[in-house]
């Protein structure tokens, strides 16, 4: 069996329809560039760590626009298959992306395409936990996580959270726990949501 799978997780680029938080100060054209450049830089990330196979998983698969396009040959370049998400909320589609990547990988971990902090190391640290523990969680500054990782997952551990809010970390971990799942949490960073995040980024 294959070791470890990284998984990125996607909006498919739309005007206006991605990264509206940062749209009502930057504009929809300014938001949608930044999507794809974090979108892009994730991508970078996730393929120089050389920690595992890497799958782009997107929300949903549209007639591609010329940025689209970008992405999707890029990933052709860096051999990375494309898939789609399925499932009626974001705890369902990470459930069946864990638990399709489970059949051929030993680990699997999802990142987010607004986590550019995801780093090598802080890869190489999520793979590590998932030799002692079930489940791995890197905890975001605003109660969510920019990274979850699995060996093992059970049916209820994604549903009826929050998602979006603040207490998203700390319902996964509770439904962990119910599930009996062994979980270790890396250390916390921060994503790109707001537009005090994009800066930050930028800087």
Not at 22 to 33: E, F, N, V
Not at 64 to 70: C, G
Not at 138 to 157: I, N, Q, S, T, W
Request: aromatic share 8%; glycine share 6%.
């Amino acid at each position: 069996m294959t070791r470890t799978l990284l998984i990125q997780f996607a909006k498919w680029p739309q005007l206006g329809k991605v990264k509206t938080r940062l749209a009502k100060k930057m504009g929809d054209q300014a938001a949608y560039s930044a999507h794809i450049e974090l979108t892009q830089t994730v991508l970078k990330n996730l393929t120089s760590s050389n920690v595992g196979s890497v799958a782009l998983w997107f929300d949903q698969l549209l007639t591609e626009n010329p940025e689209a396009k970008l992405l999707t040959e890029n990933c052709q370049k860096l051999s990375v298959p494309i898939a789609c998400q399925k499932g009626d909320d974001l705890g369902a589609r990470m459930f069946h992306a864990l638990s399709s990547g489970l059949k051929t990988y030993q680990k699997v971990i999802i990142v987010g395409s607004d986590c550019p902090t995801v780093d090598k190391a802080y890869l190489e640290q999520a793979v590590k936990v998932l030799d002692d523990s079930d489940l791995v969680l890197g905890p975001a500054e605003d109660g969510g996580y920019v990274l979850l990782g699995a060996r093992k997952v059970a049916p209820m551990l994604l549903d009826n959270i929050a998602w979006g809010q603040g207490a998203v970390l700390r319902s996964t971990v509770e439904r962990a726990d119910g599930c009996r799942l062994t979980y270790q949490l890396l250390d916390t960073t921060w994503d790109v949501d707001e537009y005090e995040d994009y800066l930050r980024w930028k800087r």
